[in-house]
Each structure stands twice: as structure tokens, then as C-alpha cells.
């Protein structure tokens, strides 16, 4: 149990200091007005962010009501992550979990995603370990500012 909460406390430091680093990089601005209502079967394709060392990568596909593919962390020095997202579409957000592998040992993490009109940007805020995963205590204080956009290819 220790190894997935320092999984999951490591990717929110990592985002956290992804932003410390983009915070004074003036040639990163987009315009990252949530979109008010998503249809999902615009959401299929790739998704990525490269910069500062750190890629991440959702190749995103649509059936039905779900969304659904696989994801990939490669942030700086740290564990390299990939697995699956699965969710659904809610106003103008992705929401769902991602399952993966850290430390050969399997995960599960709540994930929402703001949809912008250039991509995704992840949102992150405190969690607790709770109903077999990673949950987010309150979705309404989620922050979105990190400044990893995850631009449609």
C-alpha cells in the first residue's frame, strides 16, 4: 500500500514541479478555456505533451458512452508508467480512472481532464487510497494550471 501512495504522491510532485519549472516559460501560452460540452466522438486520437524532459501520452478512442485508451508517463528521471484510462464524457470534462503498473505493482487513480479546444490539460489536487484505488477528495478543488497541455496530433 506504501508503494502506491508514493507512486501517486510522486506523479502530483511531478506535476507540481512541471509547473514550478513552465511557470516562467513565456512561450507557452494557449488558450485553455474548458470546453461547456464535449461530444466524445470528437475526443478520438492522440493526445501529448513534451517538454522539460517529460512526455505524456493518451491515445484516446470512443464506443458507446465510454472513452477509453492507453496512456503513457515518461516524466524526467522517474518511473516510466503506461496503462489504461477508461471514463466517459461529463460537460466539458474526461472523467475516469487510470490503471497502470508502478514498482510491479498494480494501480488504479482517479483522472479528470479539462477539454479545451487544443487538448487536455489534467487536473490534480489531494487524494486518499480508498475503494481498492487513488480518489480524489474533493473533485471541486481540482487545480488545472500546471501548464502541461496534452495538444490533439
Do not use: W
Not at 511531478?14 to 516559460?25: E, I, K, M, R, Y
Not at 524526467?76 to 508502478?102: A, C, P, T, W
Not at 490534480?124 to 481540482?142: A, C, P, Q, W
Request: charged share 25%; glycine share 12%; aromatic share 10%.
Amino acid at each position: 500500500m506504501k508503494r502506491k501512495f508514493k507512486a501517486c504522491l510522486s506523479m502530483s510532485l511531478l506535476l507540481l514541479a512541471a509547473q514550478a519549472c513552465n511557470s516562467g516559460n513565456p512561450t507557452q501560452t494557449h488558450n485553455t478555456t474548458t470546453v461547456e460540452e464535449v461530444d466524445k466522438n470528437s475526443l478520438p486520437g492522440t493526445y501529448e505533451y513534451v517538454g522539460n524532459g517529460d512526455t505524456i501520452r493518451l491515445d484516446l478512442n470512443a464506443k458507446q458512452d465510454s472513452v477509453f485508451g492507453q496512456l503513457l508517463y515518461a516524466l524526467g528521471e522517474k518511473d516510466r508508467n503506461v496503462g489504461d484510462f477508461k471514463g466517459h464524457v461529463k460537460g466539458g470534462q474526461l472523467i475516469g480512472e487510470y490503471y497502470f503498473m508502478s514498482e510491479g505493482v498494480n494501480s488504479v487513480r482517479d483522472m479528470i481532464f479539462n477539454v479545451t479546444n487544443e487538448g487536455l490539460i489534467e487536473g490534480y489536487g489531494e487524494v486518499e487510497e480508498r475503494d481498492g484505488g487513488f480518489r480524489f477528495l474533493d473533485t471541486s478543488k481540482l487545480k488545472f494550471d500546471h501548464g502541461m497541455l496534452l495538444e490533439k496530433k
